[in-house]
């Protein structure tokens, strides 16, 4: 989305006019004080805009984990404002940030993080509950996303009874089952082998091209290459 006069990292819109649907301008997230301070964010700014795929990449420390942590609205700002679909949450206190997670946000972890005395798809079903969709409409949307990531065989095993690459399908399923503007992957291929990994990023890359807007920290390059854009966080900074 870059133009020779537009710096996408930085622009208020794309060059094609869209609001970014991510929007960091300033953003500081600092512990501690004095002597002890460090700042993981260090007046961080960049835009990503929808439909787009990047992955955010750094060594260990370089603020990559607490950026997808505000992103995420995992965690808010010391300072500066963080715009999400074109409303500045940075302020927000717990309860208005776990409304923002459920209406608008999907994760998918390294961890699986299923539930492993339910099926897959009452895994799927869960995050609908706490959104308020009626019964139904539930089970029908649950099954759709457990068939959308290849898995419609699969809705009433356990986690136990699926490879790891099944259960990070799964997670993806409940990821986007609550129609998300933003899907959050934070390491997601970390605990999958290459065969799998690769399975899995093509579910990612469906997903995208369908118009999932996707930001994925991963610590592994061949990983990274397959986005469309990579975010390289160093010492706080975007570099």
């Not at 006069?5 to 060059?15: A, G, I, T």
């Not at 700014?45 to 420390?61: D, L, N, Q």
């Not at 990612?204 to 990983?223: C, D």
Request: with cysteine.
């Amino acid at each position: 989305m870059a133009s020779t006069d537009v710096d996408p990292q930085l622009s208020p819109l794309s060059p094609s006019g869209d609001r970014p649907l991510v929007r960091f301008e300033e953003i500081y997230k600092i512990y501690g004080s004095g002597n002890t301070e460090v700042r993981a964010l260090d007046g961080v700014s960049f835009c990503i805009y929808p439909g787009e795929y990047c992955s955010i990449m750094g060594p260990s420390g370089s603020g990559k984990s607490t950026a997808m942590n505000v992103i995420g609205c995992l965690d808010r700002p010391s300072r500066g404002q963080y715009y999400l679909d074109g409303v500045d949450v940075a302020g927000f206190d717990e309860p208005h940030l776990a409304q923002v997670r459920n209406r608008k946000l999907g994760f998918v972890f390294q961890q699986f993080h299923l539930l492993s005395q339910m099926t897959a798809l009452d895994n799927v079903i869960l995050p609908m509950i706490y959104a308020g969709v009626p019964h139904a409409e539930r089970v029908e949307r649950a099954q759709e996303a457990l068939v959308r990531v290849g898995l419609g065989d699969r809705i009433n095993n356990k986690p136990t009874q699926l490879s790891g690459g099944q259960q990070q399908r799964v997670a993806i399923a409940r990821a986007i089952v609550n129609r998300p503007v933003l899907l959050l992957a934070d390491e997601p291929t970390g605990a999958l082998d290459t065969h799998t990994t690769d399975e899995v990023m093509g579910i990612f890359a469906q997903l995208n091209e369908s118009g999932i807007t996707i930001v994925m920290v991963t610590h592994e390059p061949e990983v990274a290459k397959r986005t469309e854009r990579i975010i390289w966080f160093r010492d706080g900074k975007v570099q």
